[in-house]
């Protein structure tokens, strides 16, 4: 069936370091990726996405590219701030009507 | 960008009692509504897909008599806990998956209910 997974956390870096979460997928054809990120107490929030093979997702300084022959979508941000501390989750969608499948979160903490 | 809201925003109710969370999409029309129940430091798990006028669709182990799921309108969808029980208690969460949109069906996410139940 379809998953996806993510490297275990918590992640702890400190301010200005270099980001990168891993995430591999398991599905058929071409699913939607996504990366969500859900701050402390709320919901969450779409971070970027990419919908089709080497489309790269990009948005408030995080990228993560859509690479086919790894299945993966990793993300990355060249320097993290102290309000980056969340719970982020990679998550996709084989199309359009589907459900979206997470992988399990990856909590990353920002120290000044 | 597309809104969704949840009302209440967190709930204490005691066990054996029924609770009624609101899920409303603000500033689009939402075909369909999802419900997601998420325990602490883990992910999101799909409990129910609801399309307006029509029944909800169930995860496998979901027990559909205890989650009610109700998605009358366009905007709005409730999940009601019926018979709450401590294990019940959660954060529960919603997205909306806007209508007509082109392209990939994005999904917007309620900032989320956390059930207490005592």
């Known amino acids: 069936g379809n998953s996806v997974t993510q490297m275990e956390g918590p992640v702890t870096l400190s301010e200005e370091a270099f980001l990168t979460i891993n995430c591999t997928y398991t599905?058929?054809?071409?699913?939607?990726l996504f990366w969500y990120v859900q701050y402390p107490g709320e919901g969450l929030q779409l971070l970027l996405k990419?919908?089709?093979?080497?489309d790269k997702g990009s948005n408030k300084g995080f990228e993560a590219t859509y690479r086919k022959e790894t299945t993966s979508f990793h993300l990355e941000k060249g320097s993290v701030q102290v309000s980056d501390s969340a719970v982020y989750f990679c998550?996709?969608?084989?199309?359009?009507?589907?459900?979206?499948?997470f992988g399990p979160g990856t909590s990353l903490s920002v120290i000044p | 960008g597309a809104v969704v809201s949840q009302h209440p925003s967190w709930v204490i109710c005691k066990s054996g009692t029924s609770v009624k969370i609101e899920c409303r999409s603000l500033d689009f029309q939402a075909t369909t509504m999802f419900w997601y129940r998420q325990f602490p430091k883990q992910s999101l798990m799909l409990m129910a897909t609801s399309n307006e006028g029509s029944k909800a669709t169930y995860e496998q182990g979901v027990e559909k008599d205890k989650f009610l799921i109700n998605h009358a309108s366009l905007t709005l969808s409730t999940l009601t806990v019926t018979s709450a029980h401590p294990e019940d208690s959660s954060f529960y969460i919603c997205s909306a998956r806007v209508r007509g949109l082109a392209g990939v069906g994005e999904q917007y996410f309620g900032p989320g209910t956390r059930l207490t139940v005592t």
């Open positions: 998550a996709l969608m084989k199309t359009s009507y589907d459900k979206v499948i």
């Open positions: 990419a919908t089709k093979a080497d």
């Open positions: 599905a058929t054809g071409y699913p939607s």
